[in-house]
């Protein structure tokens, strides 16, 4: 079955600042030029981008349309439209969240809000909720800004709701894996998850965006703070380009993917944050067969492709990477193990 699947940030930022997220890692010296825009979506262009993906389909693949990549988007406050109007076209709606809300109005910690309910309400096909602790002290410390408390107390709002309102959709909960997190927290959160009939994911991390990645392997200087995101990782970046190199021949996965930002340009990839490396100032004015075109022969796209960096998310990579992972588990005595199809804890 063929996929057409889109990422479109509604909210041009995020209410927290993780490390390894350029929300959270980058700095005003880091633009080539000018500073990222900030920013919500206006409903009227969401409507008018989903319609021209509908007229661009002509060969009735499965539309995914993902609202979200570098923001979050519950902070939009017209976030249930946005859900409503990506079903009635008949595509599938994905939101990811780090369900940092509040549902009262107690909280000046963000202008715009959807609480647990509006969320429920809304019914997205699947709702991703990322974290990468269960104690406070861990996951401060890779969702900055975060409350890991908030967290679970919304996900058992979640259940609540969804029982009491009848609404059912996937709900996966994502966890980062690290060396400081793969303790007692994850089998928290895995019984946590259990617990609530959600599904769990977990997955290595990576040095985002591509800027930082790139920036790094080239031997320049990264900050503090980005040191010791690297000193967590159980992959170092480097190790994880090694193990992509055999696969560097196969194609960008990532080229299957449109990325468009909350001001209707679109972004080269999802990999990318600074607007030096958008492929067109609206998604709306450029047909998709040119959209293809642009990304194929951007330099930017070459030189990632050069060094392997397009596979090392990939499928074909993920076996010895999943192997490593594992390993390293295991090396600092983690109960956790993950392979390419689930992942479990091992007595």
């Known amino acids: 079955m063929n996929f057409l699947h889109y990422f479109i940030d509604i909210v041009g930022t995020c209410n927290l600042r993780c490390p390894s997220c350029p929300v959270?890692?980058?700095?005003p010296t880091d633009f080539i030029n000018n500073p990222r825009p900030k920013g919500f979506m206006?409903?009227?262009?969401?409507?008018?981008?989903?319609?021209?993906?509908?007229?661009?389909?002509?060969?009735?693949?499965?539309?995914?349309?993902?609202?979200?990549?570098?923001?979050?988007?519950?902070?939009?406050?017209?976030?249930?439209?946005?859900?409503?109007?990506?079903?009635?076209?008949?595509?599938?709606?994905?939101?990811?969240?780090?369900?940092?809300?509040?549902?009262?109005?107690?909280?000046?910690?963000?202008?715009?809000?959807?609480?647990?309910?509006?969320?429920?309400?809304?019914?997205p096909n699947k709702l991703i909720v990322s974290l990468s602790g269960y104690d406070a002290e861990v996951y401060s410390q890779t969702h900055k800004r975060g409350s890991s408390q908030l967290v679970v107390s919304n996900l058992f709002k979640l259940r609540y709701y969804m029982e009491?309102?009848?609404?059912?959709?996937?709900?996966?909960?994502?966890?980062h894996l690290y060396k400081h997190n793969v303790g007692k927290d994850i089998e928290r959160i895995i019984s946590l998850t259990n617990d609530l009939g959600f599904r769990f994911s977990s997955d290595f991390t990576f040095l985002m965006p591509l800027e930082k990645f790139l920036k790094y392997l080239d031997g320049e200087q990264l900050?503090?703070?980005?040191?010791?995101?690297?000193?967590?990782m159980l992959i170092k970046p480097e190790e994880q380009v090694k193990l992509a190199e055999a696969y560097?021949?196969?194609?960008?996965?990532?080229?299957?993917?449109?990325?468009?930002?909350?001001?209707?340009?679109?972004?080269?990839?999802?990999?990318?944050y600074d607007y030096e490396y958008n492929i067109a100032n609206n998604f709306i004015d450029i047909s998709q067969e040119e959209l293809e075109q642009r990304k194929e022969t951007h330099p930017y796209c070459i030189r990632c492709m050069k060094k392997?960096?397009?596979?090392?998310?990939?499928?074909a990579a993920r076996a010895e990477l999943t192997q490593l992972t594992n390993v390293r588990l295991q090396s600092i005595g983690s109960r956790f193990r993950r392979d390419n199809s689930h992942s479990r804890l091992s007595y």
Not at 48 to 67: F, P
Not at 308 to 315: D, E, I, K, T, Y
């Open 42 to 123: 206006d409903f009227s262009l969401f409507k008018e981008i989903l319609d021209k993906i509908q007229r661009e389909n002509s060969r009735h693949e499965n539309v995914i349309i993902a609202i979200y990549n570098w923001g979050e988007p519950l902070l939009h406050p017209e976030y249930p439209q946005f859900i409503e109007a990506i079903q009635a076209k008949g595509f599938y709606a994905e939101v990811s969240s780090n369900l940092n809300l509040f549902d009262t109005d107690d909280s000046k910690k963000v202008q715009h809000r959807t609480n647990i309910k509006d969320v429920v309400m809304a019914a």
């Open 164 to 175: 009491k309102l009848k609404k059912q959709f996937i709900v996966e909960l994502s966890y």
């Open 223 to 232: 900050s503090q703070e980005e040191q010791a995101l690297i000193s967590l």
């Open 308 to 315: 392997g960096l397009h596979v090392v998310a990939s499928s």
């Open 248 to 272: 560097k021949h196969l194609k960008c996965p990532l080229r299957e993917w449109t990325t468009i930002n909350f001001d209707g340009s679109t972004a080269l990839c999802c990999a990318v």
């Open 24 to 27: 959270g890692n980058y700095q």
